[in-house]
């Protein structure tokens, strides 16, 4: 009872906004008090509503009260604070749920703040005095506060486990050292601790070294998003201004060609409508004559009409015959022929300069490529190795083109499978044809990374890859794929490979199978063929650059044979 007197007594002189012993105290009018400065700031803050309170009772004063030092009750806490009366501990100074309590508090405990690993126990501030004031005491391992001491007691003995089994990998006692672990390595957990400490730090200075190199890293990336987004932007703004440019042209050209037909249909009309007015006047003055010449016919007197009357020879030469030719009636179309005929040579320039300026802007790439995914070395049963998988991230789906595609060519399956054809097919007629060559490109343009497989039946197929602008009227070697320097080719014949580009064979050996595997990498240049049958075999790379984006083809030998892209 005497103590919690105490604990009473404690609490009458804490001021309760700082929950620490009054320092300066005031009472106000309601009769509880505080430090000086807590009522002040606390009213500092209601100010603006106009009225002052209590924080404990709440009553409301209209007027801020004057404060003045209660000089009786600050003497008192001066003397208390000299016997040693000491504040009470504050809420967030006792332990909860999730802290460590102190083992010798009685009653409600406090918040641990060390534990010792020689007493296996947990202590307040005011219960680890001793540890700090006791010699024997002053020796023990003191560490931050922990609710699992009780794992540092071996469940067999009872004791401390100071020792620890490098055989086992495991915490003991001294007493598990001379029985079970007897004849294993065993060291003490402090010399365990000093190799696994020195080993940490290594760890600490590798992964310290790997977060710098990362810190550059990203601080060079950011230095190359930042330059991307500024030649982006950059060249954003020099390709509208030369776009404008180009529209201003062709702006000034159709005023200048409108200011040409206006011209010249003025011209033309001044022309016409002078000579309209020369014809006019002569039907008058025809007119007039005509009318003399019939009031002279009704001439009784025949003297006087045969002075009159002008001569035959005259009178014949006074006849008119048109000289007016007109042409046929055609006007302003050739005009309209002509500007047509230029709209379609610049969509012909802008189709084909636009796949060069698309491939620029794929070209951009400020990262290194990946390296290529490498195929498994040795053929193995079963599913496809994890390389394959790899490839197959790169996977495009691949049609083939229609208006490309000899006539002798069948497409089928979605137009993903390509067959060779004894009759001619009903194809229409197309520029993108080819005419002597059973060939046929895909519809889509690839550039990036692409990765793709056909399925080849029947007699010898060509495997492709080609330039869009690859000539196609013909049989000769500027159409065929390989036979030029616009296509690279491997054909695949009688269980051999032969690679071809630019006219130049390059013999393959390497394991005979139906299907083909075909791996781009167009920017880094780089064209590879597989075999791919339980397993993926390198037959052939191709390390070039490429300047166009290029189309997947295909090229039949034999009549019934295909292939599929898959």
């Known amino acids: ?313 005259a009178l014949r030469g006074a006849t008119h015959s048109s000289s007016i030719q007109i042409r046929p009636l055609r006007h302003f179309e050739d005009v309209t022929a002509a500007v047509s005929e230029l709209r379609d040579k610049l969509q012909d320039i802008l189709r084909e300069e636009w796949a060069n300026i698309s491939l620029r802007v794929a070209e951009v790439d400020v990262l290194l490529s990946q390296p290529e995914p490498e195929p498994e070395p040795e053929p193995e049963p079963g599913p496809g190795p994890e390389s394959r998988a790899d490839f197959l991230k790169y996977s495009c789906e691949i049609t083939l083109d229609p208006n490309t595609a000899n006539t002798y060519l069948l497409l089928s399956e979605g137009n993903r499978k390509v067959t060779f054809m004894h009759q001619s097919q009903s194809y229409s007629d197309h520029p993108d044809r080819f005419t002597g060559c059973w060939q046929v490109l895909s519809r889509e343009s690839l550039t990036g990374r692409c990765y793709w497989e056909v399925e080849m039946r029947g007699g010898r197929v060509s495997v492709a890859v080609a330039y869009k602008n690859i000539r196609r009227a013909g049989d000769g070697n500027e159409c065929l794929f390989g036979r030029n320097d616009k296509s690279w080719a491997l054909d695949c014949f009688s269980g051999s490979y032969t690679f071809w580009h630019n006219n130049i064979s390059t013999s393959i050996s390497g394991p005979r199978a139906s299907r083909v595997g075909v791996y781009l990498d167009h920017r880094a240049g780089i064209l590879s063929f597989y075999s791919v049958s339980g397993t993926m075999t390198l037959l052939h790379r191709v390390q070039t650059t490429f300047t166009q984006p290029l189309c997947a083809g295909v090229w039949l030998w034999d009549s019934g044979s295909s292939a599929e892209f898959v």
């Open 1 to 313: 009872m005497a103590q919690k007197g105490v604990q009473l007594d404690r609490e009458s002189f804490c001021c309760s906004i700082c929950l620490d012993l009054l320092k300066d105290p005031v009472a106000i009018p309601c009769g509880h008090s505080y430090c000086m400065s807590c009522i002040k700031g606390f009213w500092d803050g209601e100010d603006q509503k106009g009225i002052h309170s209590c924080p404990q009772c709440r009553k409301t004063f209209t007027a801020r009260p004057v404060l003045e030092k209660n000089t009786m009750l600050a003497d008192l806490v001066e003397q208390l604070k000299k016997t040693g009366l000491q504040a009470a501990p504050a809420d967030h100074c006792y332990a909860g749920a999730e802290d460590v309590a102190c083992d010798f508090c009685s009653g409600r405990k406090l918040k641990a703040i060390k534990s010792c690993l020689s007493c296996l126990a947990s202590y307040c501030e005011n219960h680890l005095q001793p540890h700090y004031d006791v010699a024997p005491l002053r020796k023990h391992k003191l560490v931050e506060p922990s609710k699992k001491l009780q794992e540092n007691i071996c469940s067999v003995h009872d004791e401390v486990m100071k020792m620890f089994c490098r055989t086992d990998q495991k915490c003991i006692c001294y007493l598990c050292s001379v029985e079970e672990h007897k004849g294993h390595d065993t060291v003490s957990a402090a010399a365990e601790r000093t190799e696994r400490q020195r080993e940490l730090e290594g760890s600490r200075q590798q992964i310290q070294q790997r977060i710098q190199d990362a810190e550059k890293d990203v601080k060079l990336l950011q230095q190359q998003l930042e330059a991307i987004h500024q030649s982006a932007d950059k060249t954003e703004e020099h390709s509208q201004k030369i776009f404008s440019q180009l529209i201003r042209l062709l702006q000034k050209r159709s005023s200048d060609v409108k200011q040409q037909i206006r011209s010249q249909q003025e011209a033309e009309g001044s022309r016409v409508k002078e000579l309209q007015e020369k014809l006019e006047q002569e039907i008058t003055e025809l007119k007039r004559k005509d009318a003399e010449l019939q009031q002279l016919s009704h001439t009784e007197d025949h003297s006087q009409f045969l002075l009159s009357c002008p001569s035959v020879a």
